[in-house]
């Protein structure tokens, strides 16, 4: 939409006319400000842990053990050097990998993801009505923007 | 030809003094907009409706994703 209406600017006389291709999704991503009746509106990316484990695509499976362990989620993120998601590795995959095996060989790819400017408290109601304990938020680009914890987010609004 | 810009750029043109203007339907900008937008909705966008924009300072136009 905006590229045609950056085209219709510039064919109405407005001589340097610019098209923010990200828009309001790519904005409300970021955490930047925002104005209109949801300004107020908690969204589910103010809620995210930031640093969730992650690894890369080519970590060795007997690597990820102790990260695994550690993790309060019980899984760690693939992501990749523009930290874009690719996939999650579950604890739970690792028992019957080799150890030569990667985390590309083990994950589960394109793990269902929310944008960030989910209202919290839906998301709350949504894992809740699913029986799930968290959401991986990233942004309209595949960008990693963190874990949404059920239980914790629905401290926070308390 | 109008430029495609990122996040960056966008808010550089907008501290140096751009107008910005979401072309989104009327309800979802009273939803949720960039402040400082003002809201022509695509479907509107005319000489009528652009005749408070400068025609000479850079202007920004934005949607929901670029699509």
Redesign the interface.
């Known amino acids: 939409?905006?590229?045609?209406?950056?085209?219709?600017?510039?064919a109405?006389?407005?001589?340097?006319?610019?098209?923010?291709?990200?828009?309001?999704?790519?904005?409300?991503a970021?955490g930047?400000?925002?104005?209109?009746?949801?300004?107020g509106e908690v969204f589910a990316g103010d809620l995210v842990d930031p640093d969730p484990p992650t690894c890369a695509l080519a970590d060795r499976v007997s690597d990820l053990g102790a990260a695994l362990r550690a993790s309060r989620y019980g899984f760690t993120l693939v992501i990749n050097d523009r930290r874009v998601l690719l996939g999650r590795v579950r604890r739970s995959a690792l028992s019957a990998a080799p150890e030569e095996a990667r985390a590309e060989d083990v994950m589960e790819p394109g793990p269902s993801t929310v944008r960030y400017?989910t209202p919290a408290s839906q998301l709350i109601e949504r894992l809740a009505h699913k029986k799930l304990r968290t959401a991986i938020v990233t942004t309209?680009t595949g960008r990693l923007v963190g874990v949404f914890d059920r239980a914790a987010a629905a401290r926070r609004l308390a | 030809?109008?430029?495609?810009?990122?996040?960056d750029?966008?808010e550089r043109?907008l501290a140096a003094g751009?107008q910005l203007?979401?072309?989104?339907p009327a309800d979802e900008?009273?939803?949720?907009?960039?402040?400082?937008?003002i809201n022509i909705p695509?479907k509107t966008?005319?000489?009528r409706t652009?005749s408070s924009?400068d025609?000479?300072?850079?202007?920004?136009?934005?949607?929901?994703?670029?699509?």
């Open positions: 939409m905006s590229p045609r209406a950056a085209w219709r600017l510039e109405l006389g407005f001589e340097h006319v610019y098209d923010y291709v990200g828009g309001k999704a790519d904005w409300l970021s930047r400000p925002r104005a209109g009746r949801a300004a400017d309209p | 030809m109008p430029a495609a810009i990122g996040v750029r966008l043109l751009a203007v979401e072309v989104l900008y009273a939803e949720a907009h960039l402040p400082g937008a695509l966008l005319d000489a652009t924009l025609r000479g300072t850079p202007v920004a136009v934005y949607c929901h994703d670029g699509l």
